[in-house]
């Protein structure tokens, strides 16, 4: 277990505790070794990952392109949640809980998550060959969301697999589950950012995107291929519902953090 800690620690890193400038620098130069295309080797086990939060405080900021530290009690929970892949049969569940020390800005929630993420992902046995992230990928202003930030920092196939819309707009969507249409930018003369896909007759959409070696059509038929009847794919899901017991549990005293 700890060889896998010290694996998914030598990854490429970078300082986490940074201004807005510098966070958007720090994307900036990790996108120029963003991948688009195709370079998935045999997928043999997946993962879903999301995080909670503890917090005592607000998180917005005070003062623009600053903030004061935030109190130790505020804490980022990740989850992963790792499964047999195609037979999605659940092999491992792990959780990390480390200090927040990053406010909620739109387009830099990777600044609050991954941190607690690659924890999670250090007490696993071995990492997972494809990571599917809660947020976007390459549907981002920057084209540099949290499944993108997770892919390169671990040179990992990633997913995005969000529940709303950050940026992009696309046109009429089939009903039928399987059913997708393209993301569009529409100011960047209609660049493809992602895909609206239908996983459930009728439900709402999830907006999928590039993570990091996967393009958006692989991309598309593995979300579809781990949703299994709800609108939200199992292993985001299955990590969400873990990452709000285990808040719970800590809120509750029920729990150690480490």
């Known amino acids: 277990m700890k060889d896998m800690e010290n694996k998914v620690f030598a990854a490429r890193q970078h300082p986490w505790s940074v201004t807005t400038d510098e966070a958007r620098a720090i994307q900036e130069g990790l ?39 935030l109190r130790e009690a505020n804490r980022a929970i990740g989850c992963a949640v790792v499964y047999r892949f195609p037979e999605m049969d659940e092999m491992q569940r792990s959780f990390a809980v480390v200090p927040l020390e990053f406010p909620y800005i739109p387009g830099l929630l990777s600044f609050r998550e991954v941190p607690a993420l690659l924890a999670a992902l250090g007490k696993l046995k071995e990492l997972p060959d494809l990571l599917f ?23 990992r196939p990633s997913i995005g697999c969000a529940k709303s819309i950050l940026i992009g707009e696309h046109g009429t969507l089939g009903k039928k589950a399987g059913s997708w249409t393209e993301l569009v ?15 459930r007759d009728g439900v709402q959409p999830v907006y999928v995107s590039a993570g990091h070696r996967v393009s958006l059509e692989t991309a598309v038929r593995l979300t579809l291929r781990v949703a299994d009847g709800y609108r939200i ?9 873990f990452a709000s017991s285990i808040k719970k549990k800590l809120l509750a005293g029920e729990l150690s953090e480490n």
């Open 31 to 69: 996108r120029k070794d963003w991948e688009g295309n195709d370079r998935l080797g045999q997928v043999k086990t997946v993962a879903g990952l999301d995080a909670a939060f503890v917090l005592a405080e607000s998180q917005s900021l005070k003062i623009p392109n600053r903030w004061e530290r």
């Open 133 to 155: 992230c809660d947020g976007q990928g390459y549907a981002h202003p920057r084209r540099f969301g949290l499944a993108c930030h997770m892919g390169v920092l671990l040179d």
């Open 185 to 199: 930018d529409q100011a960047a003369k209609k660049e493809r950012l992602g895909a609206a896909v239908r996983t």
């Open 233 to 241: 794919p199992r292993p985001t899901r299955d990590a969400d519902h």
